[in-house]
């Protein structure tokens, strides 16, 4: 379709006229995503246009025509600049009801046909592409203050249908996410916080039994519908941003945990795929790492459900839902970084602070060892997976499964390296200066670990270094002759030498603190230093 012949028709051209050639361009371009860049100036034109259209007061179709124009339009972030205005965005605003800058508005005032309706749901679409691609129409969305339509919005989400619902937290998630000063408002001024929690409560359909205690789901009832599930991940990535640096105070902890206990709801809920069920356990996993951690025992304190009596009446069936979650993401074998670290860091947190967790986790991942002939990182168990990461490639992830590890054992290093190896557990002692052993800082129950017979028995075979029982090996030096032994001792120091001396290696000792240190350093007797800062 030519732009040139298009451009001058609505400027002559009547309303029926105008929809029709625009309904005729929508039709071209419902799946144009890459454009000509020959003809940026001439969408941009497009773009002015079709605004000046919606600033006259045009029928609701062409009005959403005009959007759905606006709506292709602006997946090009070059031909933004006459809708990231003040003016352009105040227009978008209205026909989404959104009001800007006024409290309430008047969006409730009638019920709305559907095309007007679909107008709305036009609207927010538009500005969701228009926000995201346009730094210019972020700026211009606090200056009009748009997130007060929105929250306005939200107070009325028991009436939306489910695209508005939608869009309008999908608008408000963009806008939370892009401008980190939009949090702060939406927190301190708007209370979005508290209203998100309401409509993430009314989305899955939430009953309360207790102060931070949900009813049970029914385990055959409906799986969470579509359009629920969809709307409900949308405010769980809001939530997100706002919850990205946790306030203090009473109302925030009782917040705080009013949202635990609406997430541990959702992780024992199914929607209607095994994709969709995981990406909302993914969503719920992102939101509870932002919780503070002493808000987690609203996952397993369950008062009138009840609980296991071996862990102190506490419920793990959460606990068990968020295992089952981390060891599918391990079996990905992708996207650790973002896929797997979350539920790691999770998981680590609630078992440094809660007894309860950290004791029934270590009992389905590091169960009493028995059979020590194979290395900890060979395996399909949960233990040989978590291992196995120890020494993977990407740092972080090596890290978060060695942390969750370290404090399953009670960050006791002796009981590392028995379900571990020193091999794999090297990288952790490192960094947290332990490679002469000892403990972590944080402060654990005296409760013992009991060890099997068949390990008590083995241990004095496992080797340290692998961490399992090894088949006798031929000793390679039995053979020789004390000279050939002497000659091989000198080649291979003599190689050390000259691979020091170039810098490609660097002898390192442990210092009596347990960090590394050059060797010099750490083969030099204290007492020299001593002797040598007391002498004149």
Request: hydrophobic share 35%; glycine share 6%.
């Amino acid at each position: 379709m030519d732009l040139n012949t298009v451009l001058p028709q609505l400027e002559t051209d009547g309303v029926d006229e105008i929809e029709k050639l625009l309904e005729l361009y929508n039709r071209e371009n419902i799946h144009t995503f890459t454009f000509d860049q020959n003809e940026e100036t001439l969408r941009r034109k497009l773009c002015q246009s079709v605004l000046t259209v919606l600033g006259r007061q045009v029928q609701p179709s062409c009005q959403k025509t005009c959007l759905e124009t606006l709506r292709i339009l602006s997946r090009d972030k070059r031909v933004l600049a006459p809708v990231a205005t003040r003016e352009g965005m105040l227009i978008l605003g209205g026909m989404a009801k959104l009001n800007a800058g006024e409290e309430g508005g008047d969006h409730q005032e009638h019920t709305q046909s559907e095309e007007e309706e679909r107008v709305v749901v036009e609207a927010l679409k538009c500005l969701c592409n228009v926000v995201y691609n346009s730094p210019a129409a972020q700026q211009v969305s606090v200056d009009v203050q748009l997130v007060q339509g929105l929250c306005a919005n939200l107070r009325t989400a028991r009436t939306w249908h489910h695209e508005v619902g939608l869009f309008t937290l999908r608008l408000l998630f963009l806008l939370s996410a892009l401008r980190p000063d939009v949090r702060g408002v939406l927190r301190r001024e708007k209370n979005a916080v508290k209203l998100l929690t309401e409509v993430l409560e009314h989305t899955l359909d939430v009953s309360w039994v207790g102060p931070y205690e949900t009813a049970r789901p029914d385990p055959q009832g409906l799986p969470l519908p579509a359009e629920e599930n969809e709307r409900a991940m949308e405010a769980l990535k809001a939530l997100f941003n706002l919850t990205l640096s946790p306030a203090g105070g009473e109302d925030d902890d009782h917040q705080y945990r009013v949202i635990a206990a609406i997430l541990r709801h959702l992780l024992m809920l199914k929607t209607e795929t095994e994709e969709k069920t995981e990406e909302a356990h993914s969503h719920a996993v992102n939101l509870l790492n932002n919780l503070p951690v002493s808000c987690l025992d609203v996952l397993i304190d369950l008062p009138v459900q009840g609980g296991q009596e071996k862990y102190g009446g506490k419920n793990m069936d959460v606990v068990q839902v968020l295992l089952d979650f981390m060891e599918k993401r391990i079996d990905k074998g992708s996207n650790y970084k973002e896929g797997l670290t979350p539920v790691l860091s999770l998981l680590t947190g609630g078992s440094r602070q809660h007894r309860e967790i950290r004791r029934y986790i270590k009992a389905q991942v590091l169960p009493p060892l028995k059979d020590v002939k194979i290395r900890p990182e060979v395996g399909t168990t949960i233990r040989n997976k978590l291992v196995r990461l120890m020494t993977h490639v990407d740092m972080g992830v090596k890290q978060t499964a060695a942390e969750f590890l370290f404090v399953l054992c009670k960050e006791s290093v002796d009981n590392l390296l028995k379900y571990t190896g020193y091999g794999n557990a090297a990288g952790l002692l490192v960094a947290r200066g332990l490679l002469a052993g000892g403990r972590g800082e944080t402060e654990y129950s005296e409760d013992e670990d009991s060890d099997t017979e068949e390990y008590k028995n083995a241990k004095p075979f496992i080797n340290p270094i692998t961490g399992h029982v090894e088949e006798p090996m031929p000793n390679p030096i039995e053979e020789m002759t004390e000279e050939q032994k002497e000659y091989e001792a000198e080649k291979l120091v003599n190689m050390f030498d000259k691979l020091s001396r170039q810098n490609v290696i660097r002898p390192m000792g442990v210092r009596p603190d347990g960090t590394l240190a050059p060797l010099e350093e750490t083969l030099r007797d204290p007492r020299e230093d001593d002797s040598a800062s007391d002498s004149d």
